[in-house]
């Protein structure tokens, strides 16, 4: 728990609940998509925006972002990302939100501070960016490629008043497969806080794992959490709340490197009701 709480990670290990799910391996541009984004600000507030090059939407300004390439680490990505788009280097201070679109597509976005570099000017326009500026007004009033970003700029600037989380980065810690590391926590009736455990062979904190089938990848990060609801808490399986992220782990190559992630995850579930405690608890 401690670990965990703190952001950390260990070795995964091959023992998952419930039924095995077809895990040939994530790859990268094959069967899943990574991206990095990242949210920058300089002394006087100003946000790092870039003007797009790509033809489909070349002239619009976003935050830098960018695929994740096979053999990379995350905040590695991140970082090359923030260099080709806007000529800058930077370092993380934390993840702000991880999601998930369409089937294993997942973006990671950074809270960055930049550290060198100089801004991309349009004289130095490329296949990556035509330039980048620090924008200090209200974005929306620049033409952006996308409104995604807005809610990403609320919780950085949210961060910045008061961190409502601890710094999360990546940890370098190898995983073959996309799982979760879950933390199921609930409060039952007199407040006394419940944590789920897998209890086959050495108690742990249970682990599911995201099968590679495409109908698998479809359902995204929450299907194995949903399977393991069901599997755990018959007939009627608590609504999940949603899912806090608690830490990462990824590492791209040495022994057991590859394209999974391993996401620590936080889950409350609604304390049982008195009827659902009574059919539970057998009298006697
Ligand atoms: C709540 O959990 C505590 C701690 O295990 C236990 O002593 C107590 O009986 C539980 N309350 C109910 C109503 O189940």
Redesign the pocket.
């Known amino acids: 728990l401690d670990a965990v709480l703190g952001g950390g990670g260990w070795d995964v290990g091959g023992t998952f609940e419930g039924p095995p799910q077809p895990t040939g391996p994530i790859r990268l541009g094959k069967n899943v998509c990574y991206v990095v984004l990242a949210v920058l600000f300089n002394e006087e507030d100003g946000v790092l925006l870039v003007q797009e090059a790509k033809a489909e939407c070349r002239g619009k300004w976003y935050l830098p972002a960018g695929r994740m390439e096979p053999g990379e680490g995350i905040v590695a990505a991140m970082r090359r990302e923030v260099k080709e788009e806007t000529g800058l280097e930077c370092q993380p201070l934390t993840l702000l939100a991880l999601e998930e679109r369409g089937p294993a597509w997942i973006r990671f976005a950074f809270l960055a501070r930049p550290t060198g570099g100089t801004l991309k000017t349009l004289a130095e326009a490329d296949s990556e960016s035509l330039q980048a500026t620090w924008w200090p007004g209200d974005p929306c009033s620049l033409p952006l490629r996308a409104l995604d970003i807005l809610p990403l700029l609320d919780l950085a600037a949210r961060y910045r008043r008061g961190p409502p989380h601890p710094p999360t980065l990546p940890q370098a810690l190898p995983c073959p497969l996309l799982c979760l590391r879950l933390l199921v926590a609930f409060t039952?009736?007199?407040g006394?806080l419940?944590v789920l455990v897998a209890t086959s062979g050495t108690p742990r904190l249970p682990m599911v794992a995201c099968g590679t089938s495409p109908a698998e990848l479809r359902g995204g990060l929450r299907r194995p959490v949903l399977r393991l609801l069901r599997d755990c808490f018959p007939p009627d399986p608590p609504p999940p709340g949603p899912l806090g992220l608690l830490g990462l782990q990824h590492q791209a190559e040495g022994p057991g490197g590859g394209d999974g992630v391993c996401f620590n995850v936080l889950l409350s579930i609604p304390p049982p009701t008195t009827s659902k405690?009574a059919q539970a608890t057998p009298p006697g």
Do not use: G
């Open positions: 039952n009736t007199t006394d419940w405690m």
